[in-house]
């Protein structure tokens, strides 16, 4: 069974600061991550993808992979109240139709 | 440029009843998914499908029934509704082709509920 590991949150941070979200997976064949921001009644809509190790920076986001802790993460500079949504990691193994979703971590940021 | 849409967005029925959920991408895109969404579940596939007369099971499938005969559509039905079906279901979408195109890309939703 793969698995994709979240934190529930709520993360809070104040405006202005870095937000952290952590993932984990399950499992050591997994080749694409991705990054979807969902706020409440609405649908996911993708922030970032990876495949390679290291980091991708995409404006105030910069996801992060590192394979052989099997930890996916996503940071985001100068947070905005805007921001504050669920944040759900995904994980593909098979470059095709095999997603599977974090729980999601909820993200406040504070005003 | 739709992109994807669902319909219909809210759904209320009766335990035992069909229902059918649509979707439709504007994009061509090969792959296309159905997912279900519940607090403290997250989401879940229920059916995908590769291309045009091609499907096969998620993680949760009973109950539910795909068919896709033309590549922009694939409706999901529920053969005799009962209550754990209430739900929100997502459509997905995405494109067969090199690593980076595998992207999905979300519907709006249908919130449905089975009373």
């Known amino acids: 069974q793969k698995e994709v590991e979240q934190n529930s949150g709520p993360l809070s941070v104040p405006e202005g600061a870095i937000a952290s979200l952590n993932c984990t997976y399950s499992d050591r064949g997994s080749q694409s991550f991705f990054w979807y921001r969902q706020y409440s009644g609405k649908s996911p809509e993708l922030i970032m993808s990876i495949y390679s190790n290291g980091d991708k920076e995409d404006g105030r986001f910069t996801a992060q992979l590192n394979k052989a802790s099997q930890y996916v993460s996503l940071l985001i500079r100068d947070s905005q109240p805007s921001d504050s949504a669920t944040y759900l990691c995904?994980?593909?193994?098979?470059?095709?139709?095999?997603?599977?979703f974090g729980p999601g971590t909820r993200l406040s940021v504070l005003p | 440029d739709a992109g994807i849409t669902q319909s219909p967005r809210y759904k209320i029925t009766e335990t035992g009843r069909q229902v059918t959920l649509m979707c439709h991408q504007t994009w061509s895109h090969s792959y296309m998914f159905w997912y279900r969404q519940d607090l403290g579940h997250g989401l879940r596939l229920i059916y995908y499908s590769a291309a045009a007369d091609i499907t096969d099971k998620g993680e949760v499938p009973d109950g539910y029934v795909v068919s896709r005969s033309k590549t922009e559509n694939f409706p999901l039905t529920l053969e005799s509704a009962t209550r754990s079906q209430t739900s929100v279901y997502f459509c997905?979408?995405?494109?067969?082709?090199?690593?980076?195109?595998?992207?999905?890309?979300f519907g709006p939703g249908t919130r449905l509920t089975v009373t």
């Open positions: 995904a994980v593909n193994w098979d470059y095709g139709q095999n997603f599977v």
């Open positions: 997905a979408s995405s494109e067969l082709g090199v690593k980076s195109s595998y992207e999905q890309y």
